[in-house]
């Protein structure tokens, strides 16, 4: 395999659905990320192989929504570009494609990323009224029509949420919130542990921004229906939050006896995040200093009901591969889907009893708290599902090089029942 | 036959009549020899008709994207006289009364651009198709030359359209794309346009489908053929005539009289009226000024060596004010997605609002599609850094009027991009050779000074200094072109062209107030003169500050003679800034309106006001703009006076029916105007009014401007 590298990665603002980025469709959260890294590294736009995008929500205007945001970032015509799905991991999907072209000499250049506006998901209408539309068209005369239209009841007009459903695993059933219930009441995860997790998301978060942590990762985008705004900071992070206000919340998904809060999960959020990922001959080429290197990446299945275990096998499949071990990485963003799965995937690795129920040999270690999600996560920041897998390694790349450590884990939950891991390597010391 | 310009085939009893085939310029146009090929082609058809060889003829272009431009220009221009004029229009209405006669089916298979004789042809025939290709254009622009349509155009096409859309087509010399002309019956139908030519003939032999046109059409022509509705429409049309062309414009009225005198005479009758004023107006003066600026146009469009200079693909900006959004908004719109950098998000905000407010009225007006405006907006990357600086072609300075800044500012810049990235300033007016001296590589640099409001105000001054490249000068004017802007090249200097000379006239205008005259005399004289505003509008739409401060300049730079009068001072003083507080010599509401003069202004003035021959009025704000503009020649700013004219017109709005500043002096005369001079000079003051030494040079030698 030949060594892939990660030039220079960006994100988008991250900012709950229904705000500020609402009326950003799918392409713009990611398009302009694409122009700026083209043009901060001199690739010229008839150069690049491919643009690989995650995302989830398909947006019915851009059903390859890749190869628009290709297009839109002034690329090449001749530019291939497709879209990538693997529920929240979409976006570590792309690498990971991105990784295989560049390793195997297939490809040179590539952008690889995510994006996904969780605002622009759909309201669908019922199955009966589909086919009532679709019979209206097909008839011929106004009486016919008049008939059919006598069959119509009020109830059709129910519509169906896009993302309510595209939250509830299929196969078993489970919205998103109730598996990590599930976990919470099978490892003994408290409320108070959760909301405390959650806080400490909030904290991280509100510090990173006041330190300005975050400032050379987010590049500002255009909004507002003018489209004379920019912002420039994540839309989340509560400076005024306390375990006490957490904790006053109320169950969502199991009402009355749960633990899972909209306090303590991840928002529904509008984002993306893009990879300049090149060659060893690109990098020469064009005089690049890559921030990293993509080391390797692992994605795993396991039971859909306790998918916010995912990161737990996917974890151990990347240090498998690469020889590393846990102890080595000095940096860890574990997407916190919800706090209880983030506190799980913790226990789980350090007990061996437990990993053995899960399969694994041995236990794969501790992940400090000092080294786990340290500009917060999720929870503050939000996860647009089609980006976070890439904007995970974002904000991991950026903080390795702050503190010139060497080795970092990016990994996180999947819906539907799997886990990612990517390891990446600091090359700026 | 032995034809240079045209072609001619007959395939399958079908005549093939094709134009362009010959053509070296982009755009075909109908000369002399081409209207007499055309003549002994049509001659022949008849012949072959009578011995019933022909079942059709088709007029087409082998040109893509030019149908015909219409009679050459140069044809209308060198008609001497009335008379010649009028028996020039007479031959060509001959020549398409007989294609109108002819028995057999005939067509005009328009791909592209169809304009005036043109199209004027086109209509002679029993069917007009056109393409579906985006550049199909139909129109009569004659009245924009001054003159009226005079092959026949202004007798049929009311016929094929209806009086309200002929009016309006032939009065404003709006083109319609393919699609309305189809809508209003122009055409007979959108073909598609690879195909157009194979189609055509199976077409041709079916008899015309009578028009239905639906109740609508037919209430429109009920409403507009009767004698009392015609009355209306024309009471109508000559009101808004006059209110656009403020009088000035002879040609659309003469139009209207035209069409309204000509109702029900027979073609005869109708086009020898069309042929004597057709005849009249070309010997007008503003139609000779007219023409005048076409051909100045024309030409400033032209560049040898386009291909190969540099294209500029991607723009930047440095500074998000108004003019700094307005030039990113340029970018954008010329999808040359541009990166637009200032200090702070705040003053980002602020370029953005004034790129999607220059995109505002083009999305109303449904010009433009929700998508588009997303697209360009989108592409205008507001940044507080310099990265990605290094993927642009062009960057634009707007910063802060301050020498030392904008020093500042060009050093780094120069370390942040690649080294054939051409390097502009924006700046109206410091010297641009002296910010040349901050740059390793001052060969890549000049001035690119646009006018307020970018968006709509068409010249750019690209100002040279001494070691910038031609290459660097040349890119900049083709890129001026590529973004459909009028440019021209000058030198160094106070003020730059435009500016200069317009200093000495928004001067004068403060000294005729101090003098008594008042606001509305001083505005009005110049309104009649046909400026678009007058000078004391002017000043207000500047800003009193800039004014005050380009009057300084001015004063540094050109000495007495451009003496600076305090008034801009003590204005500055009450707080009147202008439009941009509302408050200037007039007061503003919010969305610009003039709501009432301001009366601390007018507490300044003196409180008698005396009154002034409007002649006198004009030639004292005029005169000192001619005698700036010899000192621009003298000193070499330019090279000839068409440059300032194409300068004043498309950078102040000067009258084009006047053709131009020195093309007016020119017609005034030069001794004239020296006489003045010399008049003022004694009268008011011998500083201000002391002639230039080419004017005196020009009046001695009885030359002209033009003659230089």
């Known amino acids: 395999m030949k060594p892939v590298y990660l030039v220079e990665g960006k994100r988008t603002p991250q900012v709950k659905s229904g705000a500020d980025l609402q009326d950003v469709a799918a392409p713009y959260l990611a398009h302009y990320l694409i122009r700026h890294l083209a043009d901060k590294h001199g690739i010229p736009s008839d150069a690049v192989d491919e643009v690989i995008i995650g995302n989830t929500g398909t947006p019915a205007k851009y059903p390859n929504v890749g190869r628009v945001i290709a297009l839109e970032a002034g690329l090449d015509k001749k530019t291939s570009g497709y879209t990538v799905h693997r529920n929240c991991a979409a976006g570590m999907e792309a690498l990971s494609q991105g990784f295989i072209k560049i390793a195997s000499g297939r490809s040179d250049i590539i952008f690889a990323g995510g994006a996904e506006s969780m605002s622009q998901m759909p309201l669908l209408f019922s199955k009966k009224m589909t086919a009532l539309f679709v019979d209206l068209m097909k008839a011929k005369s106004g009486m016919q029509k008049l008939a059919l239209l006598s069959h119509f009841r009020p109830d059709y007009l129910k519509p169906i949420i896009a993302i309510e459903q595209g939250l509830t695993d299929p196969f078993c059933g489970l919205n998103m919130g109730l598996t990590a219930e599930k976990l919470a009441r099978e490892l003994g995860i408290s409320r108070q542990e959760q909301d405390e997790f959650a806080n400490r998301s909030h904290q991280r978060a509100v510090a990173a921004q006041k330190e300005g942590r975050f400032a050379e990762e987010i590049l500002a985008i255009t909004m507002g229906a003018k489209l004379d705004k920019v912002l420039a900071e994540d839309v989340g992070p509560r400076a005024n939050s306390t375990v006490e206000g957490l904790g006053k919340m109320k169950p969502y998904f199991e009402k009355g006896t749960g633990t899972v809060t909209v306090g303590n999960a991840c928002p529904i959020t509008d984002g993306g995040s893009v990879w300049l990922m090149c060659s060893e001959e690109a990098v020469k080429k064009y005089n690049l200093k890559p921030m990293a290197r993509m080391v390797d990446y692992h994605f795993h299945g396991l039971e859909p009901e306790r998918m916010g275990l995912g990161p737990v096998l996917a974890t151990a499949g990347v240090l498998k591969r690469t020889g590393l071990t846990l102890d080595q990485m000095d940096l860890v963003e574990l997407n916190e889907a919800f706090a209880a799965q983030v506190i799980a995937c913790q226990r789980v690795m350090k007990d061996k009893t437990l990993a053995a129920k899960w399969g694994l040999e041995d236990a794969i270690g501790e992940i400090s708290a000092d080294k786990l999600n340290v500009n917060g996560g999720g929870i503050a920041l939000g996860h647009p599902v089609g980006s976070t897998g890439s904007r995970l390694v974002v904000t991991l790349a950026h903080e390795l090089r702050r503190r010139k450590k060497k080795y970092g884990l990016a990994t996180l939950c999947i819906g539907g029942g799997q886990g990612g891991a990517t390891i990446i390597e600091n090359l700026q010391n | ?708």
Request: proline share 5%; hydrophobic share 40%; net charge neutral.
């Open chain 2, 1 to 708: 036959m032995q034809l240079t310009q045209l072609t001619f085939d007959v395939k399958d009893a079908i005549a093939y009549v094709g134009f362009g085939k010959y053509e070296k310029k982009s755009m075909t146009t109908l000369s002399r020899d081409a209207m007499e090929e055309l003549r002994q082609i049509v001659t022949e058809i008849g012949v072959r008709e009578k011995k019933k060889e022909l079942k059709g003829v088709i007029f087409f272009s082998h040109k893509p994207g030019v149908f015909l431009a219409g009679v050459d220009v140069n044809l209308i221009n060198s008609m001497k006289s009335e008379a010649e004029a009028a028996r020039g229009a007479e031959q060509g209405q001959f020549l398409y009364n007989m294609i109108e006669d002819l028995r057999i089916p005939t067509a005009a298979v328009v791909d592209g651009v169809c304009l005036g004789g043109g199209l004027e042809l086109s209509l002679s025939c029993d069917r007009i198709y056109a393409s579906d290709n985006p550049k199909t254009a139909l129109g009569l622009p004659e009245v924009m030359l001054g003159v009226l349509p005079g092959f026949g155009g202004t007798y049929r096409l009311p016929k094929k359209v209806g009086l309200p859309n002929a009016l309006d087509m032939i009065l404003t010399g709006r083109q319609v794309k393919g699609k309305a002309a189809f809508k209003m019956g122009l055409v007979e139908a959108l073909l598609p346009t690879e195909r157009m030519l194979e189609l055509v003939p199976a077409l041709l032999v079916k008899p015309v489908p009578s028009k239905k046109g639906g109740f609508e059409k037919t209430l429109e022509r009920v409403a507009t053929e009767n004698f009392l509705t015609r009355k209306i429409v024309f009471q109508k049309a000559r009101e808004k005539v006059l209110e656009q062309s403020k009088g000035f414009y002879p040609a659309p009225l003469k139009i209207l009289e035209v069409l309204e005198a000509g109702a029900g005479k027979g073609r005869d009758a109708y086009l020898a009226m069309e042929a004597q004023a057709f005849g009249d107006l070309s010997q007008t003066v503003v139609s000779k000024n007219l023409q005048h600026l076409f051909f100045l146009t024309d030409k400033s469009k032209k560049l040898d060596n386009k291909e190969e200079l540099p294209t500029v693909k991607r723009g930047g900006v440095l500074g998000a004010g108004v003019m700094g959004g307005g030039i990113a908004w340029l970018f954008a719109n010329s999808d040359q997605a541009p990166i637009m950098k200032d200090l702070n998000q705040a003053a980002l905000e602020l370029g953005l609002k004034q790129a999607s407010g220059n995109f505002a009225s083009a999305l109303r007006k449904r010009r433009m599609s929700e998508d588009d405006f997303n697209r360009k907006m989108r592409s205008i990357t507001p940044t507080t850094s310099f990265e990605g600086f290094k993927g642009i072609d062009l960057v634009v300075e707007a910063v802060v009027e301050n020498m030392d800044v904008k020093k500042k500012v060009f050093a780094e810049l120069e370390t942040k991009v690649r080294p054939d990235c051409l390097l502009t300033s924006n700046t109206s007016s410091l010297s641009v050779t002296e910010m040349a001296s901050a740059l390793q590589d001052s060969s890549r640099f000049a001035g690119l000074h646009f006018f307020n409001p970018v968006n709509k105000m068409p010249l750019v001054e690209i100002i040279a200094h001494p070691g910038a490249s031609q290459q660097t000068l040349q890119t900049l004017y083709k890129w001026a072109l590529d973004v459909k802007k009028t440019p021209v090249i000058v030198n160094d200097g106070p003020g730059f062209l435009v500016n200069r000379i317009l200093a000495p006239y928004l001067n004068e205008a403060a000294y005729l107030l101090e003098a008594g005259i008042s606001i509305a005399d001083i505005d009005q004289a110049a309104l009649n003169f046909g400026m678009p505003m007058g000078p004391c509008r002017l000043m207000d739409e500047v800003g009193l500050d800039v004014c005050e401060k380009v009057g300084k300049i001015m004063q540094q730079g050109l000495g007495v003679r451009a003496l600076a009068n305090p008034l801009s001072h003590k204005l500055t003083q009450t707080g009147a800034l202008g439009r941009k507080n509302n408050k200037g010599f007039y007061l503003y509401d919010e969305k610009g309106k003039v709501i009432g003069k301001n009366p601390e202004v007018e507490a300044l003035l003196p409180s008698k006001s005396i009154s002034m021959d409007e002649t006198q009025l004009q030639m004292r704000l005029f005169l000192p703009m001619v005698n700036e503009a010899a000192y621009c020649l003298t000193d070499k700013i330019i090279d000839k006076a068409a440059t300032v004219d194409m300068g004043m017109i498309y950078g102040t709005g000067f009258p084009p029916f006047k053709g131009g500043l020195l093309s007016w002096a020119d017609t005034e005369g030069a001794d004239r105007m020296l006489a003045m001079m010399q008049q003022f000079a004694a009268e008011i003051s011998p500083e201000r009014y002391a002639p230039a030494p080419l004017l005196v040079e020009l009046a001695q030698s009885r030359r002209k401007f033009y003659d230089l």
